[in-house]
C-alpha cells in the first residue's frame, strides 16, 4: 500500500485560508468516506482534527474543515493563527483493512 | 479522561526482540480495537497494525513492512496491548505510538470507527548495533 500523496509543504498569513490536499487511489481515499487529517506539533503527538472526511470532534475549532471528491481529500484552515502552525496528515482505510497515511505537510504561518 | 500510555522502548540490536505495552484508562478497553502507529526520526507517520475487539473476532492486520515479524495481541482484563516485535531492523527505529482506532462492538452491535481519536505520548524504539 503506497503512502498517500500530500504537498511538502504550504504557507499563509495571519487571517488567510490554505487547503492541503490528498490523493491516493480507488483502494483507499476513493472507496471509503473513512478519510481522517491529523496535526502535529513538534515533539508532540499527533491530534485528530477532521474524521469520516468532514467530522470535527468536540474542541477542534469551526476553522478546520473537510471534503472529498473522487480520490482527493482537502483539508481546509480558514483564519490562519500561528498556533497553526504544524504538520499535517490525512490517513485513509482501506479495502485491505489496513490504513494509510499520507507523507505529511508542513505549515508555515508567515 | 481517556489515557493511553506506552512503554518498553529502548535499544536493542538488530535481529533481537523487544516488546511494547499501552496501558489504557478512562474507557471500556474490551469494547475497542486498538492500533499501533510509529514514526522513524524525522519522517512522517507509518500505521503498523491493529487489533480488533474480541466481539468484532479479536483479530489482526499489520502492515506489510512488519508482517511476519510483529505481533499484537491484548489482555482485556489488564486493560493492555501489546506489540511484539521480532526480528528488529535499523529501520524499525522509530517512536512507536499507540492510538485507539478500528471499529468498536457495544451491546451486541459493532460500529465504525476508521480513525485514531486518542494517542499515547509515544514510546522510542532504538534498533542498532
Known amino acids: 500500500q503506497s503512502a498517500l500523496t500530500q504537498p511538502a509543504s504550504v504557507s499563509g498569513s495571519p487571517g488567510q485560508s490554505i487547503t492541503i490536499s490528498c490523493t491516493g487511489t480507488s483502494s483507499d481515499v476513493g472507496v471509503y468516506n473513512f478519510v481522517s487529517w491529523y496535526q502535529q506539533h513538534p515533539g508532540k503527538a499527533p491530534k485528530l482534527m477532521i474524521y469520516?472526511?468532514?467530522n470535527r470532534p468536540s474542541g477542534v475549532s469551526i476553522r478546520f474543515s473537510g471534503s472529498k471528491s473522487g480520490n482527493t481529500a482537502s483539508l481546509t484552515i480558514s483564519g490562519l493563527q500561528a498556533e497553526d502552525e504544524a504538520d499535517y496528515y490525512c490517513?485513509?482505510?482501506?479495502?485491505?483493512?489496513?490504513?494509510?497515511f499520507g507523507g505529511g505537510t508542513k505549515l508555515t504561518v508567515l | 479522561e481517556v489515557q493511553l500510555v506506552e512503554s518498553g522502548g529502548g535499544l536493542v540490536q538488530p535481529g533481537r526482540s523487544l516488546r511494547l505495552s499501552c496501558t489504557a484508562s478512562?474507557?471500556?478497553?474490551?469494547?475497542?480495537?486498538m492500533s499501533w502507529v510509529r514514526q522513524a526520526p524525522g519522517k512522517g507517520l507509518e500505521w503498523v497494525g491493529f487489533i480488533r475487539s474480541k466481539a468484532y473476532g479479536g483479530t489482526t492486520e499489520y502492515a506489510a513492512s512488519v508482517k511476519g515479524r510483529f505481533t499484537i495481541s491484548r489482555d482485556d482484563s489488564k486493560s493492555i496491548a501489546y506489540l511484539q516485535m521480532n526480528s528488529l531492523k535499523t529501520e524499525d527505529t522509530a517512536v512507536y505510538y499507540c492510538?485507539?482506532?478500528?471499529?468498536?462492538?457495544?451491546?451486541?452491535?459493532?460500529?465504525?470507527?476508521?480513525?485514531?481519536?486518542?494517542w499515547g505520548q509515544g514510546t522510542l524504539v532504538t534498533v542498532s548495533s
Open positions: 478512562g474507557f471500556t478497553f474490551g469494547d475497542y480495537a
Open positions: 492510538t485507539r482506532g478500528g471499529p468498536y462492538c457495544s451491546g451486541g452491535s459493532c460500529y465504525p470507527l476508521y480513525y485514531f481519536d486518542y
Open positions: 469520516d472526511v468532514s
Open positions: 490517513s485513509s482505510y482501506t479495502s485491505s483493512s489496513t490504513w494509510v
